[in-house]
């Protein structure tokens, strides 16, 4: 049984270009978001164009993994849109291309209305833990989203129905 069917998926829209979570980017690592008891999770096979070294994921592509499920953490968890601010990111051991990881990425506190601390841990296939990550994200309502201009007002008629529910 795949261990998706645990958690429930997350909604998401096809028209957007994000390299990291758009089903429609085709260079895009197509992240699929699932929530968990406290948790956002996603599972992804990263191809190996995007290798550093022969068949070990480059590192940026794993922070962008990492920065992706905290991000998705803020968006579900506070049901706020998000920026990152800052990363802090330890790279244990390496992630191989072709073969499946998991990520999963939580809140660990919201230190002020407009701010978030968050965590991510991303595992091998094994189970073993190949890298993790701390960050801080803006917490930004879909008001002030709005008025920011950081999406369309289609968008932001889906979020604030997307936080209804």
Known sequence: MDERSNYRPLPNRRDHNCFGCS????????LQFFA?????????????HLCGWKNIVHGGILATILDEVMGRAVLYQLKSLTLTKSMDIRFMKPA???????????????PGEREATVEAFL????GELCANSTGVFAVIKPEAGRKLGLADEEFLR????????
């Open 123 to 126: 595992y091998n296939s094994e």
């Open 158 to 165: 889906w979020f604030e129905d997307y936080i209804r529910t």
């Open 96 to 110: 191989y291309a072709g073969a499946e990881l998991r990520v999963e990425g939580r809140v660990t506190g919201v």
């Open 36 to 48: 968990g008891e406290g948790s956002v999770l996603s599972w992804v096979t990263v191809p190996e």
């Open 23 to 30: 089903p429609s980017n085709p260079h895009g690592l197509h």
